[in-house]
């Protein structure tokens, strides 16, 4: 018969001590998880620094056409934002276009010119472009470069509408003057400080426009292209404050 | 006599202690004066409950001091040194008006450390007049003479200056960094059978996407020099500087495919 209780008597013992340790279990790894999981449901970023809501942005620009064969574009330019939040802004740039002649066009001049003595070659570029544009920067972040230099950064992308004049190097060309485009393009914005940033830009936009004369001497038909611009400009930022997010 | 030099001597040393005595009792009127508390008999639970008052109070005071001492660092999301990176991509010419180059690229990099990076690229290039090109044919009669690239290899180096990281509308946040690259190898062009050297540098920003798995963004610039046929017959070709600037994506494996930090967590 006491062979019988000293079991009993130790498997209560056991029972109670299991009792205790699934209580302990339920009770101390609560408190001890929500120690750790303190940012569990905070937002990924927390108290941004706002680079661009609320201000005004002030750029000074310089572009250069893509793929144009015979006459390239330089266009120098200023360029306005205002973001009216830190992802979103709208504003506008004009550009003045200086034609350079590459030496295709130079080519081409001296090469038709020995079939065709009256033969002067003439082509089409950019003379100014006045665009209006909304942006929308959905990509923001920061570097630290050499491991001590902080920069914050944005990309963004635009949408471009606006009148551009298109002009000729020589008279023989018709089909030049006023026109409407339209476009698109995006870009890199990257901050030196909490007032300057630096902007490289890669837009294209859509303009109705003949190349260049044909060896007639006649504009050798129009047709609406991509025309590719790469800009970089250096940009002011006003007020100089920034503001937190929540 | 002797009991009138007595009463002197202690009336002097009676004097002389109320000199010393009273401007202290002066001095200690001029400070508030502090009640004894009387002395509160406190139970156990009282007891235990200031326990851990104060207890809490020392725990928020060592966690205030804690947090002005220690500094927190993010993890960096991918390791890179030691390790290999299978790239797999392709690039399209910019800026070309007569030819447009598509490139096809594979490239094996090893990462000596998350700074520098070694390692070997090729490309076979699909390349195609441009409409300008046609156009030269047509309006002028010109026929250009034809360099278009037929494929390249290259050993290169590549050194990451920036790291950093991204959100977007603080859905998520992303690692990246940015990288410069330079490389020496030989390409062939339709115009001979030759490879010729070629050089390339650029840069880039790599994406941490996932710790086997990096997207990379890059510019490069491809310069060689080309030899084009004689503008008169028995004269010397003419050597062109040729350029092409490439933009160009990039998946990233890495092998292995997963790393353990030298710090944990």
Redesign the interface.
């Given at each position: 018969m006491m062979h019988r209780q000293i079991p009993m008597l130790a498997r209560c013992r056991w029972i109670a001590a299991l009792v205790v340790m699934v209580a302990t279990a339920f009770v101390v790894p609560t408190e001890a998880r929500a120690d750790e999981d303190v940012l569990e449901n905070s937002?990924?970023?927390r108290r941004?620094l706002q680079y661009r809501e609320s201000r005004h942005e002030v750029s000074g620009v310089v572009g250069l056409s893509?793929?144009?064969?015979f006459v390239r574009n330089v266009l120098p330019g200023i360029r306005y934002d205002y973001h009216t939040f830190d992802?979103l802004s709208i504003g506008a740039r004009v550009l003045v276009g200086i034609p350079v002649q590459?030496a295709?066009f130079e080519s081409?001049d001296e090469?038709?010119a020995r079939?065709n003595e009256t033969f002067v070659m003439e082509a089409t570029s950019l003379r100014f472009a006045f665009l209006a544009h909304t942006s929308v920067s959905?990509?923001?972040?920061?570097?630290?470069?050499?491991d001590s230099l902080p920069?914050n950064?944005d990309i963004h992308f635009d949408l471009i509408a606006g009148v551009v004049a298109v002009g000729s190097t020589g008279d023989n060309i018709e089909g030049t003057g006023i026109q409407f485009t339209g476009g698109a393009g995006g870009g890199l914005r990257i901050f030196i400080s909490k007032v300057l940033a630096f902007t490289a830009d890669l837009q294209t936009l859509v303009i109705d426009r003949p190349?260049?004369?044909?060896?007639d001497s006649k504009a050798?038909g129009g047709k609406s292209r991509f025309n590719?611009l790469?800009l970089v400009g250096l940009s002011f930022f006003m007020p100089p404050e920034l503001t937190r997010a929540d | 006599m002797g009991r009138f030099l007595h009463r002197i001597l202690v009336a002097l040393i009676a004097v002389s202690l109320c000199g010393w005595s009273l401007p202290v009792a002066a001095q200690a009127a001029d400070e508030p004066a502090v009640k004894a508390k009387p002395k509160k008999h406190l139970s156990r639970r009282e007891r235990r409950a200031r326990r851990q008052r104060l207890s809490r109070e020392l725990a928020r005071q060592g966690e205030a001091e804690l947090r002005k001492s220690v500094r927190v660092f993010q993890q960096k999301h991918l390791v890179k040194a030691g390790r290999l990176e299978l790239l797999v991509g392709g690039a399209m010419g910019i800026g070309d008006s007569l030819v447009q180059n598509y490139n096809a690229d594979v490239g094996l990099l090893f990462h000596v450390s998350d700074r520098l990076a070694v390692g070997i690229s090729g490309s076979k290039v699909f390349a195609q007049k441009t409409e300008h090109f046609e156009s030269i044919q047509r309006n002028f009669g010109l026929f250009p003479e034809r360099s278009f690239v037929q494929g390249s290899g290259f050993v290169e180096a590549q050194y990451s200056p920036v790291f950093g990281k991204f959100a977007s509308f603080g859905l998520a946040v992303l690692q990246l960094d940015g990288y410069l690259v330079a490389a020496v190898g030989g390409l062939r062009t339709t115009t001979t059978v030759d490879y010729k050297p070629a050089f390339q540098f650029g840069g880039g920003f790599r994406i941490h996407m996932l710790r086997a798995v990096t997207l990379s963004f890059e510019l490069r610039d491809m310069v060689f020099v080309e030899s084009f046929l004689p503008a008169k017959a028995g004269g010397d070709p003419s050597q062109n500087v040729m350029q092409h600037v490439l933009a160009g994506v990039k998946l990233g494996f890495w092998i292995p495919p997963s790393f353990s930090y030298k710090y944990q967590r």
């Open positions: 937002p990924v970023v941004q893509l793929s144009d064969p992802w590459t295709m081409v090469k038709v079939s959905p990509v923001v972040g920061k570097l630290l470069a050499f920069i950064f190349m260049s004369v044909n060896r050798a590719g790469a | -």
